[in-house]
């Protein structure tokens, strides 16, 4: 049966789906889902622009895909439609498995188990339901297919899935240093030896991309304001299951968000796909609002300033925050708030943010001379690159409540 249906996109223009299989993705329930989970969690506090979501960002990276492939098939590169419909599959479901508020809750709701993991948990089990239609998609996803390259276009150094989430968070949020040549750099695209490489004319292309990606982080993703809202919802949940813990009713909005607070999931986690994927940022939200009057005082006051945007004070350094500056933010904590011990930690604590622009440790960006000759971009003479954009950058950083200014 012949699938046409075009989808307008405030970023690309038309993306066209003509697929049976891409469309029945699309349509299901778990995809669906992700037009409640936002792309870039609180930096709509500061940004006020970005308001879009994990579904407008996989069917961005769905289209860069789909130019990507176009492009190397135009170059000579051998794609069969089997493995273009796998990396299409691949790519639209690579962040489905976010759960609410994406990287911010990633390590509270559901301890020791990636975003990637359950993704791939997601993948199989629609396999399953899709009769086996899937597993070209989960080999690319897992680097398990024979074509390296189809796997870099989904997760790598140069995927599509960073063109579109920078090019997208640039134009939702009006930061003009995000916006990248992605058109450009697709355009450069090459296979050599069955690995990704890009061709010479786009080296300050990509030296562009990785700038504004470092510039997007400290700008909008790890900005002082998104952090302390951040922490704030952290502090929110680690509270409720300390709660929970010591046999204190907290109840959750969702009978889905109840399931994941009121124990540890791990070892059932597979088992209760299905629960997890009833959990959006709706839920959280709900449930904040109702925290907002629970009697318990350290709960309820970070929940209402959430709700109210009163967020933690962020100061961010080069250097360690002295403990002599924490000890003393406690102690205000202690006098103003009316709590102590431990639980001023729920109001002023300390942390690090780091971003690597290029980590040369990890799968290199290669660049493809015309003399036929590759070398990693950060060995091309006068590269930027080279010289100060691979290393880890560390800002240290003291949240703390701003009644204590």
């Given amino acids: 049966m012949q699938v046409r249906k075009i989808i307008n996109d405030p970023v690309y223009g038309f993306i066209t789906i003509d697929q049976p299989l891409i469309l029945r993705i699309i349509s299901h329930p778990w995809y669906q889902r992700l037009r409640n989970i936002h792309q870039m969690a609180f930096a709509h506090l500061v940004y006020p622009g970005a308001m879009h979501s994990r579904l407008h960002h996989s069917l ?51 301890r020791g188990i990636s975003h990637e993991q359950i993704s791939l948990l997601i993948m199989q089990h629609l396999n399953k339901e899709m009769n086996g239609e899937l597993q070209t998609a989960i080999d690319i996803f897992t680097n398990q297919h024979p074509k390296k390259f189809l796997h870099q276009l989904v997760s790598g150094q140069l995927d599509v899935d960073r063109m579109d989430y920078l090019n997208r968070d640039s134009f939702f949020t009006g930061v003009a240093e995000g916006v990248i040549g992605y058109d450009r750099i697709i355009e450069m695209l090459q296979v050599v030896d069955g690995e990704l490489v890009v061709e010479e004319k786009a080296i300050f292309s990509i030296e562009k991309f990785l700038v504004s990606r470092r510039l997007m982080y400290w700008q909008v993703y790890l900005h002082k304001t998104v952090l302390g809202a951040e922490m704030m919802l952290i502090k929110i949940i680690c509270r409720a299951k300390e709660l929970i813990g010591n046999g204190v009713e907290v109840k959750a909005a969702s009978p889905a968000l109840d399931f994941f607070l009121q124990a540890d999931r791990r070892e059932s986690f597979p088992e209760n796909l299905d629960t997890f994927c009833r959990l959006d940022d709706h839920d959280v939200m709900t449930t904040i609002k109702n925290w907002s009057l629970h009697t318990d005082k350290i709960l309820s006051t970070l929940c209402q300033w959430l709700t109210d945007r009163k967020l933690f004070k962020v100061k961010l350094q080069t250097d360690p925050i002295p403990d002599e500056w924490l000890q003393e933010a406690r102690s205000q904590v202690s006098e103003t708030m009316g709590v102590s011990g431990d639980e001023t930690n729920y109001f002023a604590f300390t942390g690090i943010a780091q971003n690597t622009t290029y980590n040369t440790g990890d799968e290199r960006i290669r660049i493809l001379f015309k003399d036929g000759s590759i070398r990693d971009i950060s060995e091309v003479d006068n590269a930027l690159i080279q010289h100060n954009l691979s290393r880890t950058v560390k800002k240290y950083y003291i949240c703390y409540s701003k009644k204590l200014q």
């Fill in 60 to 110: 961005g990276a769905y289209h860069l895909m789909g130019r990507a492939l176009e492009t190397l098939r135009r170059k000579g590169v051998n794609i069969s439609e089997q493995e273009e419909l796998g990396a299409r599959a691949a790519i639209l479901l690579h962040d489905i498995g976010h759960g609410p508020f994406s990287h911010a809750l990633e390590e509270e709701l559901i």
